[in-house]
T-cell receptor, first 113, second 115 residues
Framework: AQSVTQPDIHITVSEGASLELRCNYS??????LFWYVQSPGQGLQLLLK??????LVQGIKGFEAEFKRSQSSFNLRKPSVHWSDAAEYFC???????????FGTGTRLQVFP | SAVISQKPSRDICQRGTSLTIQCQVD?????MFWYRQQPGQSLTLIATANQGSEATYESGFVIDKFPISRPNLTFSTLTVSNMSPEDSSIYLC?????WGTGELFFGEGSRLTVL
């Protein structure tokens, strides 16, 4: 079955600290992988995507993610978190042969000054 | 990326009433997607709206409860019918990116609270 797991429901970090949000997926074909951010009261904004090529992808706002096929993972990282990064983060998976995305349950990031 | 506008941004509704959510895109798109995000939950696809044909509903969603219109290539509506408190959610309209790499772009959502 196709699915996305985000094991961490809630993460708290100090401003300036590094961040890694975990995402594991199950998908029968070559996956397209995405990270979205949702600030309070807002829709979803695409941070970055992987569909082929270099397994380390760079996104907006200083985020990056690494696709590891052997681990079925697509973890999101940022070297130094800013207070404005506090939000909900969603990992999603899709494929070349489908218009649908399957979303994880999200990780809520809290940033302390 | 496409600019997607939704109305209303939020509303408080009475049980048993219906509410129509509008979605306007600044470019022509073949498919539009309606998602539901229940409180504290992830996103679930309700249906895919194609211009000129009936919407395609996902398992667990039916046309009588969530009728959809798609009169042209830039506009769609989703109606939430005969609402109950369980329908309190954020409803999001989305479209595919133009690069064929599967990403979706979302409107800011319509937050419905049913009393």
């Amino acid at each position: 079955a196709q699915s996305v797991t985000q094991p961490d429901i809630h993460i708290t970090v100090s401003e300036g600290a590094s961040l890694e949000l975990r995402c594991n997926y199950s998908y029968g074909a070559t996956p397209y992988l995405f990270w979205y951010v949702q600030s309070p009261g807002q829709g979803l904004q695409l941070l970055l995507k992987y569909f082929s090529g270099d397994t380390l992808v760079q996104g907006i706002k200083g985020f990056e993610a690494e696709f590891k096929r052997s681990q079925s993972s697509f973890n999101l990282r940022k070297p130094s978190v800013h207070w404005s990064d506090a939000a909900e983060y969603f990992c999603a998976v899709g494929g070349w042969n489908t218009d649908k995305l399957i979303f994880g349950t999200g990780t809520r990031l809290q940033v302390f000054p | 990326s496409a600019v997607i506008s939704q109305k209303p941004s939020r509303d408080i509704c009475q049980r048993g009433t219906s509410l129509t959510i509008q979605c306007q895109v600044d470019s022509q798109v073949t498919m539009m997607f309606w998602y539901r995000q229940q409180p504290g939950q992830s996103l679930t696809l309700i249906a895919t709206a194609n211009q000129g044909s009936e919407a395609t509903y996902e398992s667990g969603f039916v046309i009588d409860k969530f009728p959809i219109s798609r009169p042209n290539l830039t506009f769609s509506t989703l109606t939430v019918s005969n609402m109950s408190p369980e329908d309190s959610s954020i409803y999001l309209c989305s479209v595919k990116g133009e690069w064929g790499t599967g990403e979706l772009f979302f409107g800011e959502g319509s937050r419905l609270t049913v009393l």
